[in-house]
């Protein structure tokens, strides 16, 4: 059974608004058209999703998350968001268009989800996504890692959260459920990280929590500490810390039969 994570939408929404920040240029991809369906797949607290619908479209926002659903309802009361999980997805070619920003890493098994969002497409819709790519958080991990290892918490220490794929692994997927892959891009992006003094604490306590089940609550501290600290040399530059992402953007296509 994989580990849940618990999601604050306070929290993300006053520490790592970067995220759909950065999401706003692969709306800009999407390229939403007046009167288009589109799915927001891991929509959290709906901003892109607002974002997509301020261009016409009619746009459908899900997560698996009651807590981030329950936010984007009350920040936006006229677009359609559902709890819900994308390895479920029930729709038969509802949508011309499949969105989905720094979510589709969470999911697992990969195929699966792709298989869904393949089914949901109309013929001929297109699906523009980000996820995280091979490589991606490398040196936060390790220096988690690390940090559950002086401890012996060497399970908490292997827990497989995340599917960081290399862009040909993932590209070879979608192809294999049937998209057709127009562009990929693979990249490195430094990501800034809101809190000066502890940016790389907060990012751990956002997205790493299920790490740390079973541990009491002063050594998730200590842990935490420990990890930003053994990172000062390497993502921490002009007073700011700085989350070590690399990131895969894929524009594909599901060719009319």
């Not at 991606?136 to 940090?147: G, S, V, Y």
């Not at 079973?214 to 500490?225: L, M, S, Y």
């Amino acid at each position: 059974m994989r580990p849940t994570t618990t999601w604050n939408p306070a929290f993300y929404n006053q520490k790592h608004a970067f995220i759909y920040q950065y999401g706003e240029s692969l709306v800009d991809i999407l390229s939403p058209q007046p009167g288009e369906r589109i799915l927001d797949v891991g929509c959290g607290t709906g901003q892109l999703t607002n974002l997509i619908s301020q261009k016409g479209a009619l746009v459908v926002g899900i997560d698996s998350s009651q807590e981030m659903i329950a936010q984007a309802q009350a920040s936006y009361p006229g677009i359609e968001f559902q709890v819900m999980d994308a390895l479920k997805l029930p729709f038969k070619e509802n949508f011309d268009a499949i969105f989905s920003n720094a979510v589709l890493h969470w999911i697992q098994p990969p195929k699966k989800v792709a298989q869904k969002l393949f089914q949901s497409l109309k013929p001929g819709g297109r699906m523009v996504v980000e996820l995280g790519g091979k490589g991606n958080i490398q040196r936060i991990m390790q220096a988690l890692k690390t940090q559950f290892l002086l401890r012996a918490y060497e399970l908490n220490a292997s827990i497989n959260i995340w599917y960081f794929p290399s862009l040909g692994e993932y590209t070879t997927l979608l192809e294999k459920v049937g998209f057709v892959v127009q562009w990929a891009h693979y990249f490195d992006r430094d990501t800034e990280l809101d809190d000066a003094a502890n940016g790389i604490q907060d990012w751990i306590k956002m997205f790493g929590g299920a790490f740390f089940t079973g541990i009491p609550a002063n050594e998730q501290e200590d842990i935490i500490q420990a990890a930003q600290e053994t990172l000062r040399e390497t993502n921490y530059h002009h007073d700011k810390w700085f989350a070590d992402y690399k990131r895969l953007r894929i524009v594909a296509t599901k060719i009319s039969s």
